[in-house]
């Protein structure tokens, strides 16, 4: 039959087939173009659950073909903090392209859950005496080994060209963490690695208040039971120990010496006494390298919340049984608790071994302040002193006067605005500031005045400008800061305890009327916190 001009030319099969895979190719871009922008959501997210509160900046997320987000350059600074921590790339596992397209219409973590989230860092700037996971991993340092510094005499925390002088590439290191969530039961699994150095992993064991996908695990309070500490040697203690023995001109034993004295007297810091088992594990791995693990079991769980991490203490270590393994070896044991030796030069900046030493030669910093409140002078017999009438709440609440070697207040005709001449008191024998105040001290008359904590006279030498009646100790010296004078305490050692409870002991770098910036020693670096007056309960000088 002939052909009309009405007739519709035949479409090739071919053309027909390639315009049904138009039509199903058509929704992708448009699929790839929401899970871009979810993954935007998520990446923040992860990143965040796995460096804690805080600062994040980074570059765009994007989605490679197995579904994995990959992030480039990452930029924190944790919460309170001023230091910036960075890594060059990151990649976060997702469940793959079939989550994703659950996820391109809506993104709620709630309604699709995820039970499994890996997280990893790369090519890691942490900045020098900074633990690389932010405190997870404790005394954990930029190389990955517990206590990095200790027993090296001046050195804080390794710089990066000193771990390149070692043969350590600082650029060379990976930070892992991931989340695995399995009904009421959180699963954590941090792992850090610096090739041909060293590797840390820290795993932790926590119950949950409910079922809870991992992007939500942060947000609801969590019981710790159990946590494992593991590391592995991979070349860094023979470095460490051959660099600081060479930089220190003495042997690498001394040098191995110097590293167990330090540590050991670290864990008296925190009021920890190392039994014999980990002591002998510890040296080994000290001398020797290979893997040493510390597992702790709690039988009361401590809780961790977003809001208030309440930590651990003497009480829950001494109870919690702990097993630390070596190779095929491993004992069990109870830690045993003994009261806390505070370090104050170690503290305040001082490396543990230089810190040491000044503590071993009797030498210290002198932490005390001198109170803004007058001198308390008595004119009367000490008889006649009505300690009620001072005004003053409690003994502990009053000052001893420590002024030229001197120690008490002394009574009689001596003027109230000034303070007795130097020799009136014999200062070998006069009260300490940490003796307990004393009410009434008499000395006979034929002695000069002299402060008594204990109710003996203390001897003295005669001087012709002090009449010899009684004296007395009104109290010591208090070490409670008002808000107002925490400006004077500025370079000093504190306690600072917060609304929540919290307690830290750090050195007060700053103080104004809104604020303060503290100090302190956190695993195997240092830093810095501030803190607003409204969340600031009370402060003393640490001893």
């Known amino acids: 039959m002939a052909r009309t001009r009405f007739d519709i030319p035949e479409v090739p099969s071919r053309w027909r087939?390639?315009?049904?895979?138009?039509?199903?190719?058509?929704?992708?871009?448009?699929?790839?173009?929401?899970?871009?922008?979810?993954?935007?959501?998520?990446?923040?997210?992860?990143?965040?659950?796995?460096?804690?509160?805080?600062?994040?900046?980074?570059?765009?997320?994007?989605?490679?073909?197995?579904?994995?987000?990959h992030v480039g350059q990452v930029s924190f600074t944790a919460e309170g903090g001023d230091r910036v921590w960075r890594a060059a790339k990151a990649e976060i596992s997702t469940p793959g392209w079939i989550w994703w397209l659950g996820q391109a219409i809506e993104f709620d973590p709630r309604r699709r859950p995820i039970s499994r989230l890996r997280v990893e860092f790369r090519q890691l700037e942490v900045g020098d005496g900074r633990e690389p996971a932010l405190g997870e991993l404790g005394p954990v340092g930029v190389s990955?080994?517990?206590?990095?510094?200790?027993?090296?005499?001046?050195?804080?925390?390794?710089?990066?060209?000193?771990l390149r002088e070692m043969g350590i590439d600082p650029q060379a290191a990976r930070l892992r963490f991931e989340f695995h969530s399995r009904d009421s039961l959180l699963e954590t699994d941090i792992e850090y690695e610096v090739a041909e150095s060293s590797r840390a992993r820290l795993l932790r064991s926590q119950r949950l208040p409910m079922?809870?996908?991992?992007?939500?695990?942060?947000?609801?309070?969590?019981?710790?039971?159990?946590?494992?500490?593991?590391?592995?040697?991979?070349?860094?203690?023979?470095?460490?120990?051959?660099?600081?023995?060479?930089r220190s001109a003495i042997s690498q034993r001394e040098m191995i010496e110097r590293?167990?004295?330090?540590?050991?007297?670290?864990?008296?810091?925190?009021g920890l006494e190392a039994v014999p088992v980990m002591t002998e594990f510890y040296r080994l791995y000290a001398?020797?390298?290979?893997?040493?693990?510390?597992?702790?079991?709690?039988?009361?769980?401590w809780a961790a919340h977003p809001e208030a991490t309440l930590g651990l203490d003497q009480e829950t270590l001494a109870s919690s049984q702990g097993t630390m393994q070596r190779g095929e070896e491993s004992a069990v044991f109870l830690w045993p608790t003994r009261p806390i030796r505070a370090l104050p030069e170690w503290s305040g900046g001082m490396p543990t071994y230089d810190a040491l030493q000044r503590e071993l030669n009797g030498g210290g910093i002198d932490l005390g302040i001198e109170s803004a409140a007058p001198p308390l002078w008595s004119r009367r017999p000490a008889d006649q002193i009505d300690l009620s009438g001072l005004g003053m709440p409690n003994l502990d609440d009053a000052y001893l006067l420590l002024t030229g070697g001197t120690a008490g207040i002394i009574s009689g005709d001596t003027?109230?605005?000034?303070?007795?001449?130097?020799?009136?008191?014999?200062?070998?024998?006069?009260?300490?500031?940490?003796?307990?105040?004393?009410?009434?001290?008499?000395?006979?008359?034929?002695?000069t005045p002299a402060a008594t904590a204990s109710g003996s006279a203390a001897r003295g030498t005669s001087s012709p400008l002090i009449?010899?009646?009684?004296?007395?100790?009104?109290?010591?010296?208090?070490?409670?800061?008002?808000?107002?004078?925490?400006?004077?305490?500025?370079?000093?050692?504190?306690?600072?305890?917060?609304?929540?409870?919290?307690?830290?002991?750090?050195?007060?770098?700053?103080?104004?009327?809104?604020?303060?910036?503290?100090?302190?020693?956190?695993?195997?670096?240092?830093?810095?916190?501030r803190i607003k007056r409204e969340a600031f309960r009370s402060a003393t000088l640490a001893d």
Do not use: M
């Open 467 to 529: 009449p010899p009646p009684r004296t007395v100790v009104i109290g010591r010296q208090s070490k409670d800061i008002e808000w107002e004078q925490l400006p004077n305490a500025v370079g000093k050692r504190v306690r600072i305890i917060t609304q929540s409870g919290a307690q830290r002991y750090a050195e007060l770098i700053e103080a104004n009327a809104d604020e303060i910036l503290i100090r302190t020693r956190i695993g195997g670096g240092i830093a810095e916190y």
């Open 144 to 162: 990955g080994a517990p206590f990095e510094t200790e027993g090296c005499s001046g050195a804080l925390s390794w710089s990066d060209s000193e």
């Open 17 to 69: 087939y390639l315009r049904w895979l138009a039509l199903l190719l058509l929704p992708l871009p448009l699929i790839y173009g929401l899970s871009l922008h979810h993954a935007q959501s998520l990446a923040d997210r992860a990143i965040l659950l796995s460096l804690g509160a805080g600062q994040l900046q980074r570059d765009l997320a994007w989605v490679d073909v197995r579904g994995q987000i």
């Open 415 to 447: 003027p109230a605005t000034e303070p007795p001449p130097s020799d009136a008191v014999n200062t070998a024998d006069a009260a300490a500031p940490d003796t307990a105040p004393a009410t009434d001290a008499t000395t006979p008359a034929t002695s």
């Open 287 to 301: 001398r020797d390298g290979g893997d040493l693990s510390l597992q702790l079991r709690y039988p009361e769980p």
């Open 259 to 270: 590293h167990l004295q330090s540590v050991s007297r670290l864990l008296e810091t925190v």
């Open 211 to 246: 079922p809870l996908t991992v992007l939500l695990v942060d947000q609801f309070p969590r019981l710790t039971q159990q946590e494992t500490w593991q590391v592995e040697d991979l070349g860094f203690v023979r470095k460490r120990t051959k660099y600081c023995a060479e």
